[in-house]
């Protein structure tokens, strides 16, 4: 499993019955390529959660992790290898408000506005996007939708997971 935390790669392994076939081109090195949501906004390489080890219920797939934020550090694991190996790739993203109040009906049963008019109180304007993002995260499945030369095109096809986040 390498360096991405179980409850990351289970997430990212719930997505994988909506792969859709539109690999990631064998000849883009992952080093060297950029990454673009098909709408513009910039992609950048996070790392790659490996298929291998007790925690991986899909074992031998790579999955290539992409973040709309420039990592404050290196990748979890060194981007040298071939694109090719990557089976497909994830966005790892912030939850949106609507998708928090979701998660919170869903699993713990009891209605989150009043949380959310706690946190809002808060001195920052972004107060809740800060509580929020703190301990659930999103992966959300990514499709190849073109390359143009080293930048690889993406588009977000509507399939997501949540997890919580522990560290």
């Known amino acids: 499993m390498g360096l991405v935390i179980q409850f990351q790669r289970r997430a990212i392994e719930t997505l994988r019955p909506h792969v859709r076939e ?18 513009g906004f910039p992609l950048f390489a996070l790392g790659v959660s490996n298929g291998y080890g007790t925690c991986a219920g899909i074992h031998g797939m790579d999955v290539l992790v992409l973040g709309a934020d420039r990592p404050e550090s290196t990748p ?34 009891h209605d989150p506005t009043i949380s959310l008019k706690v946190v809002a109180q808060l001195p920052t304007s972004r107060a809740i996007e800060r509580y929020i993002n703190r301990a659930i995260c999103c992966v959300e499945l990514l499709q190849v939708a073109q390359v143009r030369r080293k930048t690889l095109v993406l588009s ?4 997501k997971a949540f997890y919580v986040s522990l560290c």
């Open 22 to 39: 539109a690999p990631i081109p064998s000849d883009l090195a992952l080093g060297a390529a950029q990454f673009t949501r098909n709408d």
């Open 156 to 159: 977000v096809i509507g399939y």
């Open 76 to 109: 979890w694991l060194p981007l040298s290898q071939p694109a090719s190996q990557c089976a497909y790739a994830v966005l790892l993203r912030d939850l949106t408000t609507g998708e928090y109040m979701e998660w919170c009906r869903a699993n713990l049963r």
